[in-house]
């Protein structure tokens, strides 16, 4: 006789060996729920630093047509080169993710004509930027970066101000002690003269430069600069720098940044070394250092050619971007937890079927006085529910049972002394705020 039984209906919590795990792509990593204090802490000084200087929320698309960044960032760059994701969608559009977000901002801000609303236009955003770079600590596939821009306006007033924002917003994330490099790599007019020195120089010396620098030489000798290989940083002490080729007015520019950011005091250092790997600056270029990070934190610099790249238009700009994993990770190194306080919060427990029913409206009414409720109301037990509140470390927590709501009253009890009090319904949240106090 065949078996009744039937099959065990308990689900093996064992993954069958030929069930592959998901894993994030190469170099781009999920932000987990531990690391909450700290994106949290990054968002909140950017947001006030934002509000303070008075630069509004600008949010342009991931995806963007591949020549924006090809025309803007520069074919040549290894950004572009090297590391852009580029495909065709399903419509044959070629496409980018951006690697940046200058040049989509400044592609929305010819597009919408922001220049009409605003004069200049200050705008900051926030999201990831996609690289192809070989993942290592502090180089991602997948990154964030925090941006400011100011749009329409050469006046190095505004340059300062970009680094005076940059520097405000490690100041609020009580960062210690960084550094501006800062640099100026002159206009059209001075580069020229500036590129032609430089290439008769490398081009005599052609034979001890790296393959990366052999190549680059022609087509961007400024990047030959800050080579990393020793044989070209050797050759770089002898090199002609671009400060002594810097036109009057640039270098009227130049000098007016630095007095600015020297009068707020901010810490910089001249480098004569510094070009940046972006083709759309001109004037001053800088970077965030910290003293022992083994890479820029931010950077930027004022890009008065890229709207003229894009449209033909001529509109002075200038902007920096944050990149928030270094900044969190630096962060993390120089402090044990989040430069940011956490809002205290009350736990809710219930038990009973009436009770767990009543405490979802509870747990609302002490949420729109701003008190934040954690519960743990799946484990029926209150032992189970209070051990949370426990782990959590709140110092209050409410128990509602059937006792409580037939009465219309909820135990309002300490969490570090284990003493209870009742509080009518009625009134408790006015208990417990008086209790947080
Ligand atoms: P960037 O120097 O290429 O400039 O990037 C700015 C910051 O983003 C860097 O200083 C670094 O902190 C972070 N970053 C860059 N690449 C990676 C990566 N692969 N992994 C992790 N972090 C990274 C720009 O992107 C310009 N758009 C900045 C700007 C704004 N210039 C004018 N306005």
């Not at 170099?27 to 303070?52: C, Q, Y």
């Not at 495909?87 to 044959?92: A, N």
């Not at 009518?424 to 949240?429: A, E, K, Q």
Request: net charge positive; hydrophobic share 40%.
């Amino acid at each position: 006789m065949p078996s009744t039984k039937k099959p065990s209906e308990k689900k093996s919590t064992k993954r069958p060996a030929s069930v592959p795990v998901f894993q994030s792509v190469k170099g781009m990593s999920d932000v987990l729920p531990k690391e909450e204090g700290w994106w949290k802490a990054f968002h909140e000084a950017g947001m006030r630093t934002a509000e303070l200087h008075d630069f509004h929320l600008i949010e342009t698309p991931i995806l963007e047509p591949a020549d924006l960044f090809e025309k803007g960032v520069g074919a040549s760059t290894d950004i572009v080169e090297k590391q852009m994701y580029t495909f065709r969608t399903k419509g044959g559009d070629r496409v980018a993710l951006r690697p940046e977000g200058t040049a989509s901002v400044m592609r929305a801000y010819l597009e919408h004509h922001l220049g009409y609303f605003a004069s200049p236009l200050k705008v900051f955003y926030e999201g990831p930027m996609f690289r192809y770079e070989r993942p290592q600590a502090g180089r991602e596939r997948q990154f964030h970066q925090w941006g400011f821009e100011v749009i329409g306006d050469g006046d190095p007033v505004y340059d300062a101000e970009v680094i005076l924002a940059t520097m405000a917003l490690f100041k609020e994330l009580k960062s210690g002690p960084l550094v501006v490099k800062i640099n100026s790599i002159g206009c059209k007019v001075c580069r020229a003269s500036y590129r032609e020195k430089l290439k008769n120089y490398y081009r005599a010396r052609e034979k001890k430069l790296c393959k990366d620098c052999t190549r680059r030489l022609e087509k961007n000798p400024f990047r030959l600069m800050d080579c990393e290989e020793e044989d070209c940083k050797a050759l770089r002490e002898e090199a002609p720098i671009i400060l002594d080729y810097l036109c009057q007015s640039c270098n009227t520019h130049f000098k007016s940044v630095l007095e600015l950011v020297e009068e707020n005091g901010i810490p910089y250092e001249p480098d004569p070394y510094l070009v940046r790997g972006l083709d759309y600056y001109n004037r001053t270029v800088f970077e965030v250092w910290s003293p022992s990070a083994g890479s820029a934190l931010a950077g930027g610099g004022r890009y008065d050619y890229l709207a003229e790249i894009l449209m033909g238009r001529l509109v002075p700009a200038v902007g920096a971007a944050i990149g928030i994993e270094r900044a969190i990770s630096f962060l993390k190194g120089a402090m044990p937890t989040p430069p940011r306080k956490e809002p205290v919060r009350v736990f809710f427990a219930a038990v009973g079927d009436q009770a767990k029913k009543a405490s979802l409206r509870r747990m609302e009414e002490l949420r729109r006085a701003g008190v934040p409720v954690v519960e743990a109301l799946g484990k029926r037990s209150l032992k189970g529910q209070l051990k949370v509140a426990d782990r959590l470390k709140v110092p209050l927590a409410l128990i509602l049972g059937q006792k409580e709501v037939f009465e219309g009253s909820v135990i309002v009890r300490d969490m570090v002394t284990g003493a209870q009090e009742t509080a009518l319904l009625d009134r408790f949240v006015e208990v417990v705020k008086k209790r947080l106090r």
